[in-house]
């Protein structure tokens, strides 16, 4: 049974077989749900100042 993952960005649900999973150059994997997330991500954009995000709030998603 896959292990259920949180986007890196935004803190919603990945769905096992969807995604896009973003390795560093230092190991660390960052998982995204979507497209949208990994771009804004990129951007160097902060999910707190974004209302479309969990982190928006100060709280991870109950999903």
Known sequence: MPRPKRCSFCGGPVE????IMYVRNDGTILWFCSSKCFKNFKLGRDPKRLPWTAYYLGKKSKR
Do not use: F, I, N, R
């Open 16 to 19: 096992p077989g969807t995604g």
